[in-house]
Nanobody, 113 residues
Framework: VQLVESGGGLVQPGGSLRLSCVAS????????MSWYRQGPGKGRELVAL????????NYADSVKGRFTISRDNAKNTVYLQMNNLKPEDTAVYYC???????WGKGTQVTVSS
């Protein structure tokens, strides 16, 4: 199992970023996938998840209405569209397969003026 995130960077408050996570080594379409983040001095928290069967989604309250998780099963890729970013969104963002302890290496998102 391999998960490779990309798309992080430095963005001003109010800006947008789109994170991608390319998966390999398993049947991507049947698994729930999730995005987590870990801010400076904080624990790792669940940001959003998307189910494999029906692409149903769940979000942390802190990102509802601003972030959108989606998936493209043909490309074995899960996305996180982040809009109206705030300084408190600054974190390393990780992709995870919901079943089993499979994590990507993370991508840094910094929101600062």
């Amino acid at each position: 199992v391999q998960l490779v995130e990309s798309g992080g960077g430095l963005v001003q408050p109010g800006g947008s970023l789109r994170l991608s996570c390319v998966a390999s080594g398993f049947t991507f379409s049947i698994y729930t996938m999730s995005w987590y983040r870990q801010g400076p001095g904080k624990g790792r928290e669940l940001v959003a998840l998307i189910h494999g069967a029906d692409s149903g989604t769940n979000y942390a309250d802190s990102v509802k209405g601003r972030f959108t998780i989606s998936r493209d099963n043909a490309k074995n890729t899960v996305y996180l569209q982040m809009n109206n970013l705030k300084p408190e969104d600054t974190a390393v963002y990780y992709c995870k397969r919901a079943t089993g302890s499979y994590w990507g290496k993370g991508t840094q998102v910094t929101v600062s003026s």
